[in-house]
């Protein structure tokens, strides 16, 4: 079965990167850097809370 809040956090996590490096080709590093501890903080959440292990 799919655990769709699992799947949800794992397309954020890609919109974020996609955000991020936008940011970076923008020359914004500290709001990609912002962006970059977000996704980490989310996957993290990911895989301790949404995924069975």
């Not at 699992?6 to 914004?28: D, I, K, P, Q």
């Not at 500290?30 to 970059?36: P, R, S």
């Amino acid at each position: 079965m799919v655990n769709v809040l699992a799947t949800v956090a794992a397309v954020f996590v890609v919109v974020l990167f996609a955000v991020a490096l936008l940011a970076l080709a923008a020359g914004e590093f500290a709001v990609a850097g912002v962006v970059f501890l977000s996704a980490s903080i989310v996957i993290y959440f990911r895989e301790k809370r949404l995924v069975d292990s």
